[in-house]
């Protein structure tokens, strides 16, 4: 069979004009594709600055199908869902990252803390703790370290949040010696307040004594491990420790002094010393007027007039109604079958006045905590009741 050469004439013009045009429709699609992919990411932005999260997480969307080699584009979308809290969909766009092989290292790390935040934003405390653990030897390890804190006090483990504390600290990131303070009057507490049949009573007093003598070294001008060493002292029958950690105070923390004031008072009426106690008190409050101090100083006073001469010589001096109505309650009226009905009146309207305040967040709670119960921030309740602020 002879073979046609017409056939290769004809079939080479048509392979070429078919090549030719495959090869602009390519052309013409990558074009098409990189006009649309910053055009999307330009709306997105656009609609980002313009806080329409919805629209910009559609737009963001659109933008990493075309191109989903974009690692900036799935950090910020991840980050837009984690701002929604839409956690789960932040999750899966930081899992993908991280599964991917040609990311750099420092986008490994990146996509390592994004999960991370993910995790702890979603109250996923176990997750998140990992995730930070994970950080610890990278370029993130300082935010590492103090997420790892929060999520150490979140979930009570204070001991390692007193051993992150100290980490911290050590790396020059701050003071923590007050926070390990804290942690160390926690763990004493939770000593205490351990009710385990088995365990030795003794040694559990043993482990909270040095726990707080461990926090008074390492804060000594804070006033809760001297407070919570005294009141421990009392409870193991060594009130006479107790009374002398409390005169203590006076020097080294004053600000722990209306906190303390009551029980020195039920320690000293104990010891015998009460002349010794209202001597100090007495110090106190002529350079410090606390309500707190001159409650306690009122309550010394062996006859009602003294005690009402003493509120009245601090209301010449600064209207209070908590003191008014203390001195009202000592006064004989006229009727006096109307007391009940006034001192409630005053209690209600001295019960705002008689709080403290959290300085961070404004939380009010009849009693002073270390550790705000709204905000969580430590040391944010002053010693003074509201009305004193």
């Known amino acids: 069979m002879e073979f046609d050469l017409s056939w290769i004439l004809l079939g080479l013009p048509v392979a070429f004009i078919l090549g030719w045009s495959a090869s602009r429709l390519d052309i013409r699609q990558l074009r098409f594709e990189n006009r649309q992919n910053p055009k999307a990411y330009f ?3 656009n609609y980002l600055l313009n806080e329409q999260q919805d629209q910009a997480i559609d737009a963001f969307i659109q933008a990493v199908q075309l191109d989903p080699d ?23 766009v ?16 990146r996509a390592q803390q994004a999960l991370a935040l993910d995790y702890l934003k979603a109250g996923l405390l ?26 150490y006090e979140r ?7 007193q051993r992150m504390a100290s ?11 007050t926070r390990q303070a804290h942690y160390l009057c926690e763990q004493a ?3 205490m307040n351990h009710n385990d049949p088995q365990s030795d009573p003794s040694g559990a007093q043993r482990k909270a004594r040095e726990l707080l003598h461990q926090a008074v070294s390492i804060a000594p001008h804070h006033p809760r491990a001297h407070i919570d060493l005294a009141d421990f002292e009392h409870s193991q029958g060594q009130t006479s420790i107790a009374f002398q950690i409390a005169l203590e105070l006076f020097e080294l923390c004053p600000s722990g002094v209306p906190l303390i004031c009551d029980r020195l008072l039920t320690w000293a009426r104990a010891l015998g010393q009460v002349s010794k106690a209202q001597a100090a008190l007495t110090a106190f409050y002529e350079h410090s007027p606390s309500l707190d101090v001159l409650k306690a ?48 009146s005053l209690n209600r309207a001295t019960q705002p006045l008689n709080r403290y305040r959290c300085a961070a967040c404004g939380f009010e709670a009849q009693k002073h905590f270390w550790q705000c119960p709204g905000c969580q921030t430590w040391d944010s309740y002053p010693s003074q009741r509201v009305e004193e602020l």
């Open 43 to 45: 709306k997105g932005l």
């Open 70 to 92: 974009t690692t900036e584009l799935h950090f910020a979308l991840g980050n837009l869902f984690r701002r929604r809290g839409e956690f789960e969909r932040a999750v899966r």
């Open 94 to 109: 930081h899992e993908h990252l991280l599964a991917r092989g040609d990311l750099s290292a420092q986008d490994q790390e």
């Open 126 to 151: 176990d997750r998140a703790e990992d995730g930070f653990q994970k950080l610890l030897t990278t370029r993130f390890k300082e935010q590492a370290q103090l997420a790892l804190l929060s999520i």
């Open 155 to 161: 979930t009570r483990d204070y001991p390692n949040a």
């Open 167 to 177: 980490e911290l600290e050590g790396s020059g990131q701050g003071d923590f010696k």
């Open 189 to 191: 507490a939770l000593c």
């Open 297 to 344: 100083l009122a309550n010394l006073e062996p006859s009602t007039q003294k005690c009402q001469a003493l509120l009245s010589q601090h209301l010449q001096k600064d209207p209070s109604l908590l003191v008014a109505s203390w001195w009202i309650d000592l006064e004989k009226l006229e009727h006096e079958s109307d007391r009940p009905a006034l001192q409630k």
